[in-house]
Structure formats: structure tokens, C-alpha cells
């Protein structure tokens, strides 16, 4: 019967301690148990050459960087997401060789970021961080060296054909530790670091192998994060971590439990994208809409209010902390000098401005800012239009 053919699928992802439940299902059964047949292909070169997979066919799936992987469709491509698999962020370190003259971020304002590929995980998070820094990456406050992978990088390192390099900090801890690399700092994602992408045609194809495989693995990482000592020995085991930094990294590792996508890190992921300069808005297709971004079929994640209070108290916290950086707890406040904190709606600044443009606002009229928020937009219009709001 064609229920009991198992269809291969070719699945990519980082030899790193995230995919433990991966080969766990393999060694364990699990795959074999939801009749999936399931080959892990290790990508050293990461979510850039894991792109470059999904497009050539040689992968199926791909357990994938999120900013990697909305980037990649959102240009185009035929992938789909189909479930979360990491809902926690990905802490990445900053790294330079131990003598550097480097020693914090800002130091790295003209310098040559090492890069595993073009649409990489480092070279995305790069245009991240200068955004950060309010650095202009075009004009050459970073460059860029491609150097394929972990290895590669820390040789580039040590030869001077770049000065620093991102990865995450708990892979490279033990070099770190050797004294070979130094760490100045770290970058966390502001969204779920892993995400499972599919080849349109695979999911045309072969869904129901894929939502068996999505079962197992589901599983799988529950197994893997009820484990416990036992998942905390595997992984320093199997990535040659000290058994406290395995600890560490697992104390802090969430892995979905119904690998649910939540619009709203879409829509974040694709801003934070589009703030950076790595994503045009201008430049999608007229048919874009962010339901492109997922199959119809994938689990899709509700807000609850708890997470909305989540948000809200994570924005005005955030708030408080740069206010206070700029020394402006108290007095007035411009427009310009906090719109980056206060336009938190879909596209920030540059969509107020195409409604009101839309609207042919001039000074004078009377504008009604619904669910206003923090009221960036009310403020940005009252300044740019003299409207009353």
C-alpha cells in the first residue's frame, strides 16, 4: 500500500548542538517508528549554503537560521517554512584573534567582517549589528571577507584577512578557551533562531512524509529536552563541550513543542531585515504577502494576551534603557531622537509616511491614530504634516 513507502528525505543542517534531537531520532527509531525515511547531511558552510541547497535540489529540508531563510523567500525562492524548530534566540559571539588591538564593538567601525557566504547567518547579522551601531555598511563601516566555514574563518583570523568574525558562542567556546579566538561581545536575535524550510515541489510531492517527519522530530526534541544530565552528557560528548557550558547552553535552549510560526516574527524578522538594508521592501513582488513566507498547512501560532503584555513590557523597558543611555530620562523629546524606539507597527517609519502621502496630509487637518501604541506615528505626523492628532 502506498501509506508504507517511505520517501527519503535529504535533510541539511549545522553539526552543531541544536540538531542533537535530529540524530537522536535516527539512532533512536523515531524516524523508522513514523515510517519516515530521514538522511541528515551535515552543512558545516551553514544557512547560506543550506539556501544554495534548497535552490540546486540537493536538499530537501533545511533546519535553518530564520533571518536566513525569510530573506531568502522573501527575494523569491520556492522554499516554504513548515514549523519552528528553535523558539529560543541564538546568542551569537563576536570574535578576534587573542592580540587584536579590537576590544569592543565600536571598534569594529571600518574593519572586515569574516563571512562563511553571501545570505549567510554571519553576513546577515552583520548588517544587523550595524544597524545597531548606526553604522553605513554601503559607505564602508564594515566589509567582508567570504571564508566558507567555522574553520576557515579562524584560519582568516590568524592570516589578517579579516579582523572579526560572528558564530555562535557556544560552538566556539572551546577555542575561545584554547586562547585562540577572543571574545568583545555578543549579538542576540530578536526571533527564534531555527526554523524548518521545505522545497515547494518536496511539499507538493511528499507532504505527508514531511508531516511525519515533522512528528518524529517533534518527539525527538521533547525527549531530548526532558532528558535532563543525560542530553547535557550527549551534547558535551558528542560537540566536545566542558559539561558546564553543555549545561549552560541547555539551561537556555527552547525547542518548539508544536512547531508553530508566529506571524508576528515573520513580519519582525522581515523589518529588522528591511531597517539593516539587506531586505527592500520596493524591490518584492507586487504579489508578495507574508502568507508566502509558509505553507498553508504549518501549525500557525495565537497570540495570547500574556504574550502581548510580554511585548509590551519588553518594548517600554527598552525604551527606558536608551532613553537613559542618551541622557534624556527627563526634558523633551524630538521626533527624530526617538523614532527609532517608538515605531513599532509593520514597517516602521517608511509606511506612515506612504499612508500620509496616500491621504495628501497637509497642516491643519485632523488625524485619528487607532490602537496607537506608544504613538510614533502621531508623533512622526504631527511633526513632518503639522496635522493635529
Not at 510531492?205 to 542530553?231: D, Y
Not at 525604551?319 to 521626533?335: A, P, W
Not at 491621504?359 to 502621531?378: F, H, I, M, Q, T
Request: proline residues 3%; charged residues 25%.
Amino acid at each position: 500500500m502506498e501509506f508504507f513507502k517511505r520517501d527519503k528525505l535529504i535533510v541539511g543542517g549545522v553539526p552543531e548542538h541544536f540538531n542533537s534531537p535530529w540524530h537522536l531520532a535516527m539512532s533512536n527509531g523515531i524516524f523508522q517508528k513514523y515510517n519516515v525515511d530521514v538522511e541528515f547531511k551535515s552543512v558545516p558552510e551553514g544557512s547560506g549554503k543550506m539556501v544554495a541547497g534548497l535552490k540546486d535540489k540537493s536538499l530537501d529540508v533545511a533546519i535553518i537560521l530564520t533571518e536566513a531563510i525569510v530573506n531568502d523567500i522573501a527575494s523569491g525562492s520556492s522554499s516554504r517554512l513548515i514549523a519552528t524548530y528553535v523558539e529560543s534566540p541564538l546568542t551569537w559571539g563576536i570574535f578576534v584573534k587573542p592580540d587584536s588591538s579590537i576590544q569592543s564593538i565600536a571598534d569594529l567601525k571600518g574593519k572586515t567582517i569574516g563571512i562563511s557566504r553571501i545570505g549567510s547567518g554571519s553576513h546577515l547579522m552583520s548588517y544587523v549589528l550595524a544597524d545597531q551601531q548606526e553604522w553605513k555598511v554601503d559607505d564602508g563601516d564594515l566589509k567582508f571577507e567570504i571564508l566558507n566555514n567555522i574553520t576557515g574563518l579562524k584560519e582568516g583570523i590568524r592570516d589578517g584577512k579579516c579582523d572579526a568574525f560572528m558564530w555562535e558562542q557556544f560552538m566556539t567556546k572551546p577555542y575561545v578557551d584554547s586562547g585562540e579566538l577572543r571574545k568583545i561581545g555578543v549579538i542576540v536575535t530578536p526571533w527564534p533562531c531555527f526554523m524548518i524550510a521545505v522545497r515547494e515541489e518536496i511539499l507538493k510531492r511528499h507532504f505527508n512524509s514531511i508531516r511525519k517527519m515533522l512528528l518524529a522530530i517533534q518527539e525527538s526534541a521533547r525527549n531530548f529536552q526532558n532528558g535532563g544530565q543525560s542530553s547535557i552528557d550527549y551534547i558535551s560528548t558528542k560537540f566536545n563541550l566542558k559539561p558546564e557550558d553543555a549545561k549552560e547552553w541547555f539551561s537556555q535552549v527552547r525547542f518548539s513543542q508544536d512547531g508553530s510560526v508566529s506571524r508576528r516574527v515573520l513580519v519582525k524578522t522581515m523589518d529588522t531585515l528591511s531597517r539593516a538594508h539587506i531586505l527592500n521592501y520596493n524591490n518584492l513582488s507586487k504579489d508578495f504577502s507574508f502568507s508566502s513566507l509558509y505553507d498553508r498547512r504549518a501549525v500557525m501560532h495565537s497570540v495570547d494576551m500574556e504574550e502581548i503584555q510580554t511585548i509590551q513590557l519588553h518594548y517600554a523597558q527598552r525604551m527606558r534603557n536608551e532613553l537613559k543611555d542618551m541622557g534624556k530620562e527627563s526634558g523633551s523629546l524630538t521626533e527624530d531622537e526617538i523614532k527609532h524606539l517608538d515605531q513599532l507597527h509593520y514597517f516602521g517609519e517608511e509606511v506612515v509616511m506612504a499612508a500620509a502621502n496616500f491621504l495628501k496630509l497637509n497642516p491643519g487637518k485632523r488625524v485619528l491614530d487607532v490602537g496607537s501604541g506608544l504613538g510614533g506615528p502621531a508623533r512622526l505626523l504631527a511633526e513632518k504634516f503639522q496635522v493635529s492628532t
